[in-house]
Structure formats: C-alpha cells, structure tokens
C-alpha cells in the first residue's frame, strides 16, 4: 500500500480496536475520506487492506462494513494468541524494563477503569496489556500481527454482550501474571497467560454457538 493508504487503515484498525466501531457499522466513503484527509482512491487502497485482513468485508448494496466474526474466526484467533502470546513471555528477547513496566501500567489502566464502572474502558485497557505482553517478544512483525489480532479480538468481545461479567475476572489474571513477569518468572506468567486464554476461548466459543 501507498504510504497514505497504509495510515488510513491503521487509524480504521486502531478505530475497531479501541471499540469506537463495531461489528455490522458501515464506512461511507465520502465522509471516511474527508474524516481522514485522504483521496477516495487512497481510502479504497486502505479498506481494500482491511477486507483482506477479515476487519471488515463488503456487502451488497451496503458497501464496506465492520466484520462480524463467526465462532471459527474465535478458535482460529485464540489458537495463534497461545502460541504468540507464551512465547513472548517466556522467550522473548525484549524484556526490558520499559516493556515490563507497561504490562504493569494497562492492569493499572483496568483497574482504575473498573474502579468507576467503565468497562469499554477496562476492555481497551485489556487490549492494551496483550499488546504490551507481545511487545516482549521485540518483534515488529508480531507487533504489526497483533494489530490485525487485536481488532478481531474486540469485536469477540462486543459479541458477549455483559462486558463487566466477562472482563472482570481477567483484570486480576492480568495483575498475577504481571507480577509474575516482573519477578522473573517467565515461564510462570506463560503457564497462567495459556490457562487464561484456553478460559476465554471457552467462554467466547459457548456465547458464539449459544448465539447462532
């Protein structure tokens, strides 16, 4: 992609990411273009990136909308999270001090988001942890791969419905496994990391076929 076309859709992305947009929400192109100071040629360049990356698809007589994943885009996602995500805390090369502390700082951010009942907020604040979490593995390519993860993620997440009783078991798994890291023990954070994540999948997996 041009580089215009590759910042549009990294704002759109970051846009699905951060909860601002959600699943079946059209993008009309005229305002899209306009909102983001770029051509509605650099923005077809973009969302046609986006479609390829299952964030969004085309619809007939609609145009390009949010994607609305099915339960096999879940188990397809949380089985690459298991292998990433693991690695990253028990293997990666870029546990600095800096990275460490920002896994600590986004359980501080959903804490204090569950604290005044904001739940997007403690959702935004749990995509900011595994963010932070891959980020260990001083990898841009996983890092880029993340992004893409990232977004699918939140529209799971929308498809729940009741985001405190989802999200708040997970604000104090994150804390555990933060301390865990920051003590050291790699292997340990990991271990709670793929048992945390197998419960989430179960749980996004059962709502998804509970839905259908």
Not at 159 to 173: K, N, S, T, V
Request: aromatic letters at 4%; hydrophobic letters at 45%; zero cysteines.
């Amino acid at each position: 992609m041009s580089t215009s076309a590759d910042r549009a859709a990294r704002v759109v992305r970051e846009q699905v990411v951060e909860g601002h947009l959600r699943s079946g929400t059209r993008l009309p192109e005229e305002r899209l273009a306009s909102a983001l100071g770029v051509s509605r040629n650099t923005l077809r360049e973009a969302l046609s990136q986006l479609v390829a990356e299952r964030i969004l698809v085309r619809e007939p007589n609609r145009g390009v909308v949010v994607a609305t994943p099915e339960v096999e885009d879940v188990e397809d996602v949380y089985r690459v999270r298991r292998l990433v995500e693991t690695a990253a805390l028990a293997r990666g090369t870029g546990h600095t001090p800096e990275r460490i502390a920002a896994v600590a700082a986004a359980v501080t951010e959903g804490r204090e988001a569950g604290a005044r009942g904001d739940w997007d907020a403690v959702a935004s604040a749990n995509q900011h942890f595994h963010r932070a979490v891959v980020s260990l593995a001083a990898s841009p390519r996983l890092d880029a791969q993340m992004d893409l993860l990232l977004a699918e993620m939140r529209l799971f997440f929308h498809a729940m419905g009741a985001p405190e009783r989802f999200h708040q078991p997970y604000l104090e798994e994150n804390a555990a496994i933060a301390a865990l890291l920051t003590s050291g023990d790699r292997q340990g954070a990991a271990d709670r990391l793929d048992a945390y994540l197998a419960r989430a999948e179960d749980q996004l997996v059962a709502a998804f076929r509970d839905r259908g």
